[in-house]
């Protein structure tokens, strides 16, 4: 019988000496050793049995499904198990997409975000769905554990409600954790069971504190821009966590500010 060794294995297959060691590992091969050197040898079985697992592979089946599969003996089996690599795949694809439609969500934000922090302008605050709120400015962490382990817990998602005075100050007159609309889309929410706020045309802009320091609310900016266009805004603002940025000295927390402007 005509045996090989595993360099001429590897170079007939094109595949690694180490890759044909792990499928011994693993005891999906079981090549003879020569007991005067230790060599190890493989015959035609053995060849074809790797030339299996090598198409498997390459198919990104894993080294635990290919020993599954191994020890079925008839193509029926083999293929129930192809159906079940399918089925989870497709899942894997399913969960790929949400999370690329997430990152693109979370792409656009940024963009928005860049753009906001250097200009005032008017833009549609989609409709809001606040699932937790509270008549306080105390953000307590340990109170909003549930929130942070929600699956569709984001820093978009933390907003604070502001009193606007004629002259531009602001105070916090509540927090609330809550999902706009494209956000919602991408949640297994059924909106008709849950609080909302209508979209509204606002006037926008981002505004950035240094995490340490107290946040001194200031939109006199905004309402001067709203007078030179001869808008008129609502006595109440959202302002929205989006992002953080450490800098060398100091981390920004970067806020999407809303000012809804009465109906014209």
């Not at 170079?11 to 005891?27: F, M, P, Q, V």
């Not at 020569?34 to 080294?63: A, D």
Request: glycine share 4%; aromatic share 12%.
């Amino acid at each position: 019988m005509i045996q090989y060794t595993i360099h001429e294995v590897a170079a007939l297959l094109n595949i690694s000496t180490d890759a044909i060691r792990l499928y011994e590992k693993e005891g999906l091969v079981t090549p003879t050793r020569n007991p005067e050197n230790g060599y190890r040898y493989y015959n035609t079985e053995q060849i074809h049995r790797i030339m299996g697992i090598c198409l498997y592979r390459r198919l990104h089946v894993s080294i635990a499904e290919i020993k599954r599969l191994v020890e079925v003996s008839t193509l029926e089996d083999i293929s129930d198990g192809f159906s079940g690599f399918i089925d989870s795949r497709k899942k894997e694809i399913a969960r790929l997409t949400l999370e690329v439609e997430q990152m693109s969500y979370m792409k656009q934000h940024l963009d928005t975000l860049d753009e906001g922090s250097r200009t005032i302008r008017i833009q549609t605050l989609p409709a809001v769905y606040p699932l937790y709120h509270q008549d306080s400015a105390f953000l307590g962490y340990r109170t909003l554990k549930d929130v942070f382990h929600s699956p569709l817990f984001s820093m978009g998602n933390f907003s604070y409600i502001l009193s606007v005075e004629p002259s531009g100050s602001c105070q916090v007159s509540a927090f609330q954790f809550a999902i706009r609309e494209p956000m919602l889309a991408l949640t297994q929410l059924n909106s008709t069971n849950l609080p909302s706020r209508d979209s509204c045309r606002c006037l926008y802009t981002v505004v950035a504190f240094p995490t340490e320091h107290e946040m001194c609310w200031d939109l006199s900016a905004v309402l001067k821009y709203a007078g030179e266009h001869q808008l008129s805004c609502k006595p109440e603002a959202y302002a929205f966590y989006v992002f953080s940025i450490a800098q060398p000295d100091v981390i920004l927390d970067y806020y999407e500010v809303y000012l809804p402007l009465e109906d014209s």
